[in-house]
């Protein structure tokens, strides 16, 4: 009955195989058409354990029949490996269907897309045994070098848990190794970010576990970031590139317009990443790294980052420089108005008070900024030696009016006070014959109308 049965499976199935491409029938046909057709049947059923056999048989007696014979065999091995209780018969299965890959490769090619599937399946399986963490590596860093950026997503960050794992276990990777492979991950992230947009959530992720997985594999720190990762951006940017569209090669940095490669760009945003976790973004590689990274991508916070630090060092026409690059990185309110008060206090810290308020009246247009009214009530007051003329006491005071006005549309109530102590006195204001609620015009650079008003 058993027989008449394979029988019929076989006549039935007989001119569906005969159409399929790519099939290479033995001298034997009637045999491996059985075995073909037995273990097809019983995968389809879910039977795996009847469906191995003549598996093996085809891949052992036809290796080159199909490609799908070897498809199908990690199939039927994955589903006896998910439900073997036994450790040492599972164990044999794993290495069975680790093995079918090679065989794959052997008869039907595609080396780099087998092998990087081969990895994806060993990692699966022998990720928290140590005494595969070797030939883990080994794999994934051949499927890496096969395949570059078309390395399998679920690889890249396996690749770096087991380079860690690897290291910390062995001792036989240098800190240069795993650096090397990180970057060459990142890279890959990096690509598909631009190939893959829709995804770019999910490589974000991967990114940032390849920075955890980094850090936890060798000691990322300031000295590690200034004296390794530095020196290595130093001499990518200073290596001539086809990339690089026009270098001043006075100072050897890129003029405007640049952009850098993604090489470049990728150890910029590593180094200021690291950093960031660090603390030594005061380094000069930090900066260096910020810059490169904004010519490439207009960023807010990085220009402000940036502007902070030329402002620091007292490169103020360069501060003032990435000031306007932040303002042009983005749309929001509160941003402007922050960096519009960036500018104004730098003006007013270089002595250049039109243009302080100036600024300071932007970041009050931009959203309403007690600190800049604060800053040209300072301006103002700061004003009563360089705006006297000596010939009325009444119009040499009328600044700390102006002052006094800034600072209640501040809500300061104390520096107002101290202002409104400075008002003319009612003494003054009568021999000048002058009267309350007069409007006057403060003149000199602030030229203002105020109400005049007395002292208490």
Not at 122 to 137: G, H, P, V, W
Not at 227 to 251: A, F, M, R
Not at 254 to 262: A, F, K, M, N
Not at 280 to 295: E, R, Y
Request: hydrophobic residues 35%.
């Amino acid at each position: 009955m058993r027989n008449l049965l394979i029988l019929f499976i076989i006549f039935s199935s007989n001119t569906y195989v005969k159409s399929q491409p790519g099939w290479n029938w033995p001298e034997d046909k009637a045999s491996a058409e059985e075995k073909n057709v037995l273990y097809t049947d019983y995968l389809k059923q879910g039977n795996c354990d009847l469906a191995i056999e003549p598996n093996r048989w085809l891949i052992e007696n036809v290796p080159g029949l199909h490609v799908s014979i070897y498809q199908n065999a990690i199939k039927i091995l994955r589903c006896l490996i998910d439900k073997e209780e036994n450790p040492d018969t599972k164990s044999e299965l794993i290495q069975e269907a680790i093995s079918i890959f090679d065989k794959r490769i052997e008869n039907f090619g595609r080396e780099a897309y087998v092998k990087n599937r081969k990895s994806t399946f060993a990692y699966t399986f022998y990720r928290s045994d140590k005494t595969q963490y070797e030939n883990l590596y080994n794999m994934f860093n051949e499927a890496l070098e096969l395949n570059g950026n078309k390395l399998g997503n679920s690889n890249i960050v396996g690749f770096m848990d087991i380079v860690r794992k690897h290291k910390l276990t062995s001792k036989t990777i240098s800190d240069d190794q795993v650096l090397d492979i990180y970057d060459k991950l990142s890279n890959i992230v990096s690509f598909k970010k631009s190939d893959d947009p829709k995804n770019i959530d999910r490589l974000k992720r991967y990114q940032d576990n390849l920075d955890k997985l980094l850090t936890a594999t060798i000691t990322v720190d300031c000295n590690f970031v200034e004296n390794t990762l530095g020196p290595k951006l130093n001499q990518l940017v200073e290596s001539p590139s086809d990339e690089i569209i026009e270098t001043d090669y006075e100072n050897l940095n890129p003029v405007e317009g640049t952009l850098y490669s993604d090489e470049v760009l990728n150890l910029a945003k590593k180094i200021f990443q690291l950093s960031i976790t660090g603390k030594c973004t005061s380094s000069d590689i930090a900066l260096s790294a910020a810059k490169i990274m904004f010519t490439n991508e207009k960023d807010f916070a990085i220009a402000k980052f940036i502007a902070g630090r030329e402002l620091s060092s007292k490169n103020y026409e360069s501060s003032l420089e990435y000031y306007d690059g932040a303002l042009s990185s983005t749309d929001d309110s509160k941003q402007k108005s922050e960096i519009y008060l960036n500018k104004a206090q730098l003006y007013a810290l270089v002595g250049n008070k039109i243009k302080s308020r100036d600024n300071a009246r932007m970041s009050i247009s931009s959203e309403n900024n007690s600190e800049a009214y604060k800053l040209i009530g300072n301006l103002y007051m700061a004003s009563y030696d360089e705006c006297k003329g000596g010939k009325s006491r009444v119009n040499d005071r009328l600044v700390f009016i102006a002052a006094y006005n800034m600072f209640r549309r501040a809500g300061l109530n104390n520096k107002a006070a101290q202002a409104k102590a400075q008002f003319p006195s009612m003494e003054e204001i009568f021999n000048e014959n002058l009267e309350i609620g007069e409007s006057l015009n403060t003149g000199c650079w602030i030229n203002e109308n105020v109400t005049l008003s007395k002292r208490e």
